[in-house]
């Protein structure tokens, strides 16, 4: 079976609402995922990112909306090529690496052979290659996070959808997952991915959701998104002091570095003669797009606040 | 559809393997056959001693002497036997004290009051044992001669058969021969939930505590998932019982003499159509009702642990009927037993035992078999239903409600 059809979104979220009891986690929630393209799917913890993905595949009922993959509710016995890679991770713990690996390969429609066959060099190429008949249990976290990014992507999927994919790896391991993340985006993989690493989501996304509370805040392509919430930041560096000026804000400012937003109708030129002028000491002054972490600032800057406040 | 069959068999093998090749499982299944392997061996020594023993005393030749004031015993018998009348019985047994005689019998007026006195040399406890048998022996030899028939001696010896028949509906009654086939039912059923219920109740606890529910539920069907493992378990458990089998039916089959064994008369035994295809259908109805309790228990706890506080109770119900047999038995209409009969924890026990006793009539064999069935079914989807929607619950025990809740929300 593939997935995809050029001219309908292969996931279809519209008006999605789901309830706990008398808590509402998530409401109306819409948004599309193209064929081949990679989503970013964004949010601070308990927005409701991972419920909506447990509602996509099946494993939550939802309360009230449509959740569709390519046309349909899915189903695991459609025998869709879906690799789903969940923030609870976990496999049989007292089995052995590769009878696990085989196992899913199995399910997910592959021979005994080609399961094993695949399995032995993915086990070569994450540096397992000796640990094939070693119990799940008997590996270190991170090597267990391997064998389980492995069964997600075995049966070569067409979609891939990664719940927190780096949560537990080293920066070595988080490289090796970026590179097969992009492996499966340049075979022409959909991939839709959870993640709180905002400079992964700009080297990788083409488009981008962002959740709070359950609602979507911010919703387009990455730059769709920047220019959203501000477009254009100045990134200053200075040896005096940064003047309060009705012309910026500033967003960010350590150690004689600092990243400005300007107000409505301040140009480059305002701005930057506003700091010569106020003697800031201006060393360099480069306009940039404003970056996604910054716009989760923003965004959760708020809530935070407020509960402070 | 062909997707679901191919991963049918690809969790039967899986699940099947991985239980089978547990250490665990193998130290439990191989404990019981080297068990009755060892017990077998022991009594086969101790048969093959007792045996030797019994003949060698039977056929012992020593010199004795005996006084006799009932007149029973036959004096040429008991000289061939190696006895001699004694004159005084009190020089006798001081003979046999000092040890120039080696046994002296005392027979009384008469046996059927008093007992028949022995006095002998110590040769040990087993040993000991020949002058009891040389006294009886001859005693009853010279009852036999005075008698002069063997066909007497055998009625006030009561040795004679009895082979009673009787009639029901004016066919002959099948008796306890008909009594036994339809009660396997029970006996296979018994052994089944106690060899399997512990890895039923595990069999979907595991996806939770390793957190691998997710994984499993967006690559498979959970009907597919749990009717893989049920089948599973139930191959595990005919490989239990062969296993267990195995030193029985070898012992039985070539070593049967040497351990006393019963000899198994098939014959005897009849297989009445109406209460084996009951019994039949009565065990696979409470298989499936435990079953999907078991499993269902699985998917609202948490752990393992939690899981055994409802796991023991649940098991109780399997025994509780017991405590009414002989009402089952004789009462069948009896408040209690009728409960029981209808109640799906007890009913399994219940209505097999009284299938077995001929106390179960064709309209109540048939509701409740239909109950079971039924219910259990509705369990098992039940069962299904947690673990597709409860088992997420990670840690927590499972709010059963709220898992209709969403769906009830859902279909709005």
Redesign the interface.
């Given at each position: 079976m593939t997935l995809g059809d050029a001219a309908e979104p292969l996931v279809h979220i519209q008006d999605f609402r789901m309830?706990?009891?008398d808590t509402t986690v998530i409401r109306d929630l819409s948004f599309d995922v193209h064929a081949g393209e990679t989503f970013g799917f964004l949010g601070s913890n308990g927005s409701g990112k991972t419920t909506t993905l447990?509602a996509l595949?099946?494993?939550?009922?939802?309360?009230?909306g449509i959740l569709h993959i390519d046309g349909k509710v899915?189903?695991?016995?459609d025998?869709a090529r879906?690799g789903?890679l969940?923030e609870?991770?976990?496999?049989?713990?007292?089995?052995a690496v590769l009878?696990v690996m085989v196992?899913?390969g199995?399910?997910?429609?592959l021979s005994k052979a080609e399961a094993r066959s695949w399995s032995g060099a993915y086990l070569e190429r994450v540096g397992l290659g000796g640990k094939a008949k070693t119990r799940l249990d008997k590996l270190s976290s991170g090597q267990q996070q391997k064998v389980?990014l492995g069964?997600t992507i075995m049966n070569n999927p067409e979609l891939l959808i990664l719940d927190e994919p780096t949560k537990g790896f080293d920066p070595v391991n988080r490289r090796l997952l970026m590179d097969i993340i992009e492996e499966h985006k340049r075979a022409g993989a959909t991939v839709i991915m959870v993640t709180h690493q905002m400079e992964e989501v700009e080297r990788l996304c083409d488009r981008v959701i962002l959740l709070k509370d359950g609602v979507a805040r911010a919703y387009g392509t990455v730059e769709d998104v920047q220019e959203e919430f501000g477009g254009t930041v100045y990134r200053v560096t200075y040896d005096g002091v940064l003047p309060a000026s009705h012309l910026f804000d500033v967003v960010s400012d350590d150690d004689g570095q600092a990243e400005l937003a300007p107000r409505q109708g301040a140009s480059e030129e305002k701005v930057l003669r506003e700091l010569v002028e106020a003697g800031a000491g201006i060393r360099s002054f480069t306009p940039a797009r404003i970056s996604l972490d910054e716009i989760f600032i923003k965004v959760y800057g708020e809530q935070h606040e407020l509960a402070e406040g | 559809m062909a997707?679901?069959q191919?991963?049918l068999g690809?969790?039967i093998a899986?699940e099947f393997t991985?239980t089978t090749k547990?250490r665990g499982f193998a130290i439990a299944t191989l404990a019981i056959p080297v068990l009755l392997i060892v017990v077998f061996g022991l009594l086969y020594a101790s048969n093959t001693t007792t045996k030797n023993s019994a003949e060698a005393q039977k056929n012992a030749q020593f010199s004795f002497t005996y006084s006799d004031a009932s007149g029973i015993i036959a004096p040429a018998g008991a000289q061939a036997a190696g006895g001699t009348r004694a004159i005084n019985p009190a020089a006798a047994i001081e003979a046999v004290r000092n040890g120039s005689s080696a046994a002296y019998f005392e027979y009384p007026t008469d046996p059927t009051r008093e007992p028949v006195k022995v006095y002998g040399a110590d040769k040990g406890m087993f040993e000991n044992g020949k002058y009891e048998a040389v006294a009886k022996q001859l005693l009853e030899a010279s009852a036999q001669h005075q008698v002069g028939s063997p066909q007497l001696t055998a009625a006030l010896t009561g040795t004679v058969k009895f082979d009673s028949e009787t009639f029901k509906d004016g066919k002959t009654a099948a008796g306890v021969g008909g009594v036994i086939p339809p009660l396997l039912f029970l006996v296979v059923f018994y052994i089944s939930m106690i060899l399997l219920s512990n890895l039923m109740l595990n069999s979907t606890l595991?996806e939770k505590e390793?957190?691998?529910t997710?994984?499993i539920?967006?690559?498979?069907?959970p009907t597919?998932l749990i009717t893989g493992k049920i089948v599973s378990l139930f191959m595990v458990g005919l490989v239990q019982v062969m296993v267990f089998l195995a030193p029985v039916g070898l012992a039985y089959l070539f070593f049967r003499d040497r351990l006393a064994l019963p000899e198994l008369d098939l014959s005897s035994l009849v297989f009445e159509p109406g209460p084996m295809i009951t019994g039949a259908l009565l065990l696979l109805g409470g298989f499936t009702v435990f079953t999907g309790v078991l499993v269902a228990i699985g998917a609202i706890m948490p752990t393992a642990k939690e899981a055994g506080t409802i796991f023991g109770p649940l098991m109780a119900m399997m025994f509780i009927p017991f405590y009414t047999f002989s009402l089952v038995i004789s009462n069948p209409e009896a408040l209690i037993v009728q409960i029981f009969t209808y109640f799906p924890l007890t009913a399994p026990v219940t209505a097999l035992l009284r299938n077995g006793f001929g106390t179960l009539n064709p309209i109540e064999a048939t509701i409740v078999i239909v109950e079971l069935f039924v219910v259990g079914i509705l369990i098992l989807r039940l069962a299904v239903h947690l673990f597709?929607?409860g088992s997420?619950e990670?840690g927590r025990k499972l709010n059963i409600a709220?898992t209709f809740?969403?769906?009830e929300?859902?279909a709005?």
């Open positions: 309830d706990f009891g447990r595949l099946g494993i939550y009922r939802p309360t009230a899915f189903e695991p016995s025998g879906l789903y969940p609870e991770r976990g496999l049989y713990k007292k089995e009878d196992y899913f199995r399910l997910k429609g389980q069964v | 997707l679901a191919h991963n690809t969790v899986f991985r547990k595991e390793n957190r691998v997710e994984m539920l967006t690559t498979l069907n597919t597709r929607y997420i990670y709220g809740r969403r769906s929300l859902a709005k």
